[in-house]
């Protein structure tokens, strides 16, 4: 995925998790914690008839979770302030905001649609794949 020498800096579509699966913001808490679950993921878009409304993490469920809130429907601890990129942003751009604002995922948009979402996660492994790249044959499987 990672060229060997790049010319430009990709945009974040070049490692973005495509088509994500996302919860619709009427659905139970209990939902959303088993697609997490079952998927093995920590974000998950939320959906409103249709329309990108923000993202649930992992910690969200657990706060509401532990609290006791009351709350029952995603919606109700959904993060409208989700931080949002165009695809064709540079990636350098869209890591440089994550790590000012300390957000763990990026829900990526084409026209307002959403289109994927990159996580810490992505950030990572993209890393890893880079510095191989830049690298080959160094390193990397050894114990200190």
């Known amino acids: 995925m990672w060229p060997r020498k790049t010319k430009s800096i990709p945009p974040v579509k070049a490692v973005m998790t495509p088509f994500p699966h996302s919860i619709e913001a009427s659905e139970p808490m209990t939902r959303a914690r088993e697609m997490m679950t079952g998927y093995g993921f920590h974000h998950l878009p939320v959906i409103d008839r249709g329309e990108l409304v923000g993202v649930i993490s992992e910690p969200d469920?657990?706060?509401?979770?532990?609290?006791?809130?009351?709350a029952r429907r995603v919606a109700e601890v959904t993060r409208q302030e989700s931080f949002l990129v165009?695809?064709?942003e540079p990636l350098d751009q869209v890591l440089a905001k994550m790590a000012r604002l300390q957000v763990g995922s990026v829900l990526?948009?084409?026209e307002d649609r959403l289109a994927?979402?990159?996580t810490v996660t992505d950030a990572c492994r993209s890393f890893a794949e880079c510095l191989r790249a830049q690298f080959p044959g160094e390193g990397g499987d050894e114990a200190a």
Do not use: Q, T
């Open 61 to 70: 469920l657990r706060r509401a979770e532990s609290a006791d809130c009351g």
């Open 86 to 88: 165009d695809l064709s």
């Open 108 to 110: 990526v948009v084409k």
């Open 116 to 118: 994927g979402i990159f």
